[in-house]
């Protein structure tokens, strides 16, 4: 690669001599420049740093939001920063001004070079020239298929989320003053550049720009058509990985439903007892006694309905994991190695070296991340933890009183209040869910992780922990406390019918008809208006909410069949009607209703991939002590002559039984399949070949 030669403008901007913004920008034809989905490399874009990463045509990846009051030397002095060599402490993209260089936008692109040795540090595995995959490395870029042609090469999510992650880890070589601003916003030493901007209202928002022609055709191929597979590689080029895991495990799950959805149907429909008790608790009527032979049969159908339940969460979880790796490494992910990179944009500490990297940046001491975790994020998560449980309380309250004003009206109207309690706790507990997310992300902020991955982590155990008891406290304490299984039985299907429409009407419904009446009128267009103004209407789009309350919707479904659906036994009936829906649904809503999002390639689920593991154990022991605390299993234990004790330490053995099953399950269905980790181990040694290589050119040289 060729050198060029380096000079600093009066900014403190380095740039080099070609990727100097031109200075008649200004003076341009705006109908030249609006160009942007055509436009070279001398209209109105920086130029590249380097001649191999000269082409023709921009792709415009990403749109930056300037505040109103930003000045036309601030927009030169930012697009400097991003066209400059990153040596030169610049982002080495390239960046147009708009219509003009007094509007309020910057479009971003990325150069070749600049996406070819990111691929190299996020880990990212391309196909290698004798078709298989390996971890990208940019000195042997050559061997590896389409490295010339950045959109065969790198998926449009990779590219985008590319220019983010340059941008973001922009840093100060030393203390700037910005053009425009006063002294007081002034960049010292090894400062979050694009952090500090954001901060300061220079830069409202920054988000990856649609592709008309590409998201018509994944629309096309996803949701609009009676297609009943979906196109996760396609969702996986567009959205990313991330977004590609979420609809292919919820393709997964809902296809699984069908199994437990069928025994759910054979055994209310062949257990008259069992249809009884259902129609019992939707009802006042008190249960009357069925003949033997149906109590022998509900009997065995719970039972039947609790251990495939049991076995069922584990064998798709194990096949879950198969399917997920398989995927991985198609999209390139499988390898996603873990690098010493730089901190989060809003870490900030004390400025020092780094001691395992060597780097200047800001510590941030473990203790003091302890004590903040310690004194002020565990109170608050206890704090909402009370709230739950006072909302089970009002929840019990309100049903006590129902239920005394039916028995004393004994009307339809008070038959239909018996549900009042049950929709409001709802109701309540989807609301302090909300409340709880914004305050336990403000939470992970103050608790000032360094890595990314630190950060994750810790906002979704928070996030598990809240869920686990605000939406299954009131089942658990109804099952074991009060042992009341019709009233069990009722809040489970309440809860299933409710929650469904709640969610629905609020993520499809509400945004869509927001769309429809608020933005959509401010947001018209036609062919012949300029493309910045089709890109900025993009920003009057609502941001993407991201993928949390997906997943612990998914997440509580889950509890919901493997914990209590032997009490239920519809549950995969209603749960597999919701789900058919819930792909569509949530296809359309990331398509049209919110911006697009930037998604950072990952090889799996993550945690939640735990979370739901979690629920597969934590199933067999709530299962088998439902059976056991079952009305007609006294009856049927009393008259076998069985001893209270002696029924006990059967279900503890059986419990125990069930839990080595799943354990032998786990461990017999590997992970990955045998060609994967045969993959995996190829992979792994080309990295070490190459490492060696770059080991011995140096001292060759």
Avoid at 185 to 196: E, F, G, S, V, Y
Avoid at 372 to 383: C, E, F, H, I, K
């Amino acid at each position: 690669m060729s050198k060029v030669g380096v000079d600093r403008d009066s900014d403190g901007v380095g740039t080099t001599g070609p990727s100097r913004l031109t200075e008649t920008c200004p003076d341009q034809d705006p109908k030249l420049l609006s160009k942007l989905n055509v436009g070279s490399i001398g209209q109105g874009w920086t130029k590249v740093n380097c001649p191999c990463c000269v082409s023709k045509q921009v792709e415009p990846l990403v749109l930056v939001k300037l505040g109103e009051w930003v000045r036309p030397e601030t927009k030169r002095w930012l697009m400097r920063l991003i066209g400059a060599s990153q040596k030169d402490g610049g982002a080495a993209l390239l960046a147009h001004p708009g219509e003009n260089a007094t509007g309020d936008v910057i479009v971003v692109s990325a150069p070749r070079c600049t996406l070819l040795r990111a691929a190299e540090e996020l880990g990212l595995c391309k196909m290698y020239r004798n078709g298989d995959m390996e971890a990208f490395h940019y000195d042997d870029r050559d061997n590896f298929k389409d490295s010339d042609n950045m959109e065969a090469l790198l998926t449009l999510a990779e590219r985008q989320f590319i220019v983010k992650y340059e941008l973001e880890g922009l840093r100060a070589q030393k203390d700037l003053r910005i053009p425009g601003l006063p002294d007081e916003a002034m960049l010292h030493h090894r400062d979050n550049i694009w952090q500090k901007l954001v901060k300061g209202g220079m830069i409202v928002d920054m988000f990856p720009l649609h592709n008309p022609d590409k998201l018509a055709a994944l629309s096309k191929a996803w949701y609009s058509g009676n297609h009943l597979v979906q196109p996760l590689d396609s969702i996986n080029e567009y959205f990313g990985s991330s977004i590609g895991f979420y609809f292919s495990f919820l393709d997964f799950y809902t296809w699984s439903l069908l199994p437990p959805a069928i025994l759910g149907l054979i055994i209310t429909y062949f257990s008259g007892e069992v249809q009884k008790e259902m129609m019992q608790s939707f009802s006042s009527s008190q249960a009357t006694g069925g003949d033997d032979d149906d109590a022998g049969l509900t009997i065995s159908g719970y039972m039947i309905q609790a251990v495939f339940s049991m076995i069922w969460s584990t064998i798709i979880m194990e096949m879950w994991k198969r399917r997920s790796s398989s995927l991985s490494y198609r999209w390139g992910t499988l390898y996603l190695a873990e690098r010493f990179a730089e901190p989060r944009p809003s870490f900030h500490g004390k400025l020092g070296v780094n001691p395992v990297t060597g780097r200047m940046e800001p510590l941030f001491s473990e203790w003091e991340r302890d004590l903040r975790v310690a004194l002020v994020s565990l109170p608050v998560v206890g704090l909402f933890l009370g709230l739950v449980l006072l909302g089970m309380l009002g929840f019990y309250w309100g049903e006590t009183q129902v239920r005394h004003l039916h028995k004393d009206w004994d009307s339809l109207l008070s038959e239909m209040l018996l549900y009042m309690p049950s929709i409001l706790h709802i109701a309540y507990t989807n609301i302090l869910a909300t409340v709880y997310c914004m305050v336990a992300q403000t939470l992970t902020e103050f608790e000032n992780h360094r890595e990314e991955s630190a950060f994750q982590n810790h906002l979704t155990a928070k996030v598990l922990v809240f869920t686990f008891f605000n939406y299954f406290a009131v089942l658990f304490h109804i099952a074991f406390c009060k042992q009341d299984m019709p009233l069990l039985r009722k809040r489970l299907a309440s809860l299933l019918i409710m929650s469904q429409l709640v969610n629905q009407v609020t993520e499809v419904v509400i945004p869509f008809l927001v769309d429809r009446l608020v933005s959509a009128p401010h947001r018209k267009e036609t062919e012949h208006d300029p493309q910045e103004d089709k890109f900025r209407n993009q920003f009057l789009l609502p941001t993407f909410p991201g993928l949390f309350a997906e997943y612990i919707e998914l997440l509580v479904q889950f509890g919901y069949l493997s914990l209590f659906s032997c009490v239920y036994p519809l549950t995969a009936v209603l749960l597999l009607i919701n789900n058919l829906t819930e792909i569509r649904s949530d296809a359309y809503k990331i398509c049209k209703l919110f911006r697009k999002p930037f998604c950072p390639p990952v090889a799996n689920m993550g945690v939640w991939q735990v979370a739901f593991e979690v629920l597969s154990f934590v199933s067999v022991i709530s299962n088998c002590w439902l059976l056991l605390l079952s009305p007609l299993l006294h009856e049927q234990v009393q008259e076998g002559g069985v001893s209270p004790t002696n029924t006990l330490l059967l279900a503890v053995l059986i419990e125990h039984l069930l839990i080595l099953v799943k354990v032998l399950l786990a461990v017999l269905i590997p992970d990955e399949p045998d060609w994967i980790r045969k993959k995996m181990e190829h992979i792994e040694f080309m990295s070490m070949q190459a490492l060696r290589q770059q080991k011995v050119l140096p001292e060759e040289s």
